[in-house]
């Protein structure tokens, strides 16, 4: 079984700066506070990815039927 992701600050940061950027940059709604999402799935570092996961979702979903593209990715691989 796959080790459950641990609670460390580097993790936490890493999260933080992707809710920072959702917030930022897709719409109003898409994503629970971290209140919300300590209050209903929990304060574990996987309940918060996957709360980001679904704002991600629901943004491309909007945008899809908005008609509108999503924006030009901006990190190169």
Do not use: F, W, Y
């Not at 940059?25 to 971290?34: Q, R």
């Not at 209050?39 to 996957?50: Q, V």
């Not at 679904?54 to 190169?76: C, M, N, Q, Y």
Request: net charge negative.
């Amino acid at each position: 079984m796959a080790e459950p992701l641990r609670n460390d600050p580097q993790c936490r940061a890493a999260l933080q700066l992707i809710r920072a950027t959702i917030e930022e940059h897709c719409p109003p709604g898409v994503l629970m506070s971290e209140d919300q999402v300590n209050g209903h799935d929990g304060p574990e570092l996987l309940a918060e990815a996957r709360a980001l996961a679904r704002a991600i979702v629901l943004t491309v979903e909007r945008l899809s039927i908005d008609g509108t593209k999503p924006p030009a990715p901006s990190i190169k691989a």
